[in-house]
């Protein structure tokens, strides 16, 4: 069934801060190769995908309220008006390192390196500035002509 979910930079704006969200997919084959844009992240599974559930346990476990999102939209007036849900999840708490939950969230998605802990899951977070460059998205009428 189709869903309506909000992008990361619509959230961002709405809580005005910066957000984090997680991602799911397998890791390109070259440094140089764009993970959105690689083979391995149109056909991940990430519905199957075992450290996708053992993430979201630990998020209910915490008690850390989560949502499922989009990426956020592109800028430079490319719009992308339907796209596939690829698993990606926003978390709802601010980014905080003198936060002892925000710690131990890091500390179980993450190496010390900033490295994924648990296979295909990626941290990250998505500052307020670039969710900015897309705020005439949120204008009366913005998407009325599209």
Avoid at 16 to 41: C, G, L
Avoid at 54 to 76: K, N, R, V, W
Avoid at 77 to 82: F, I, Q
Wanted: proline fraction near 6%.
């Amino acid at each position: 069934m189709s869903r309506v979910l909000q992008t990361l930079d619509q959230i961002a704006r709405k809580k005005q801060r910066d957000v984090m969200y997680i991602t799911f997919h397998k890791k390109p084959e070259s440094e140089s190769a764009n993970a959105i844009d690689s083979e391995e992240f149109s056909s991940f599974d990430w519905q199957g995908c075992a450290s996708r559930k053992e993430a979201i346990s630990f998020l209910e476990e915490h008690q850390i309220p989560y949502q499922m999102c989009f990426d956020a939209q592109p800028t430079g007036g490319v719009l992308v008006l339907a796209m596939p849900y690829k698993g990606q999840i926003y978390i709802d708490m601010p980014y905080d390192q003198t936060d002892e939950l925000c710690n131990k969230l890091e500390g179980y998605l993450e190496n010390q390196d900033g490295s994924p802990k648990l296979p295909d899951v990626y941290l990250w977070l998505y500052p307020l500035e670039m969710a900015m460059k897309n705020a005439e998205h949120d204008e009366p009428g913005f998407w009325d002509n599209m």
